[in-house]
């Protein structure tokens, strides 16, 4: 199996594992809040790690949250919006 291939499917993994985790998203500025199921918070924020969001400054994972830093307001509201809709 390619590389490439091998880092999509991780990459598809990782997306699945956010989806079934993340309970609720939220901003506030710049700064983008992922409530999950406990325990799963680390699997959340290595997904968001795995998309490479160029916008994503970087993210902390406790046990059932995540805060993920983002470049400015409107990237955390664009962010927010669009891990809302991941999770519908």
């Given amino acids: 199996m390619s590389t490439h291939r091998t880092r999509l499917n991780f990459a598809e993994k990782l997306r699945n594992i956010f989806r079934e985790c993340v309970l609720g998203v939220d901003y506030a500025q710049n700064l983008v809040v992922l409530?999950?199921?406990?325990?799963?918070?680390?699997?959340?924020?290595?997904?968001?790690?795995?998309?490479?969001n160029e916008e994503i400054v970087g993210c902390i994972a406790g046990d059932d949250t995540v805060i993920v830093v983002l470049r400015d307001t409107q990237s955390a509201a664009d962010f927010c919006q669009q891990m809302r809709e991941q999770l519908s």
């Fill in 35 to 52: 409530k999950t199921m406990s325990g799963l918070a680390a699997a959340a924020a290595s997904a968001l790690d795995g998309m490479e």
